[in-house]
């Protein structure tokens, strides 16, 4: 996989997760232990889309 496309899958995650972020925001049987979680996902990937960005 070249890096190009490593950073648009990674970029494709990062909006998944944007998108369960809210999707968990607004649904009433979330927990804040589940979005938290789903938050620190999304922040490792947007850390890793960083530095394979510098890195290129």
Do not use: P, Y
């Amino acid at each position: 996989m070249s890096l190009g496309s490593h950073l648009e899958e990674l970029q494709r995650k990062h909006q998944t997760l944007s998108n369960k972020v809210e999707e968990a925001q607004r649904a009433l049987g979330s927990t804040d232990f589940e979005i938290a979680e789903l938050k620190k996902q999304k922040l490792r990937v947007k850390e890793e889309i960083t530095r394979l960005s510098l890195d290129a």
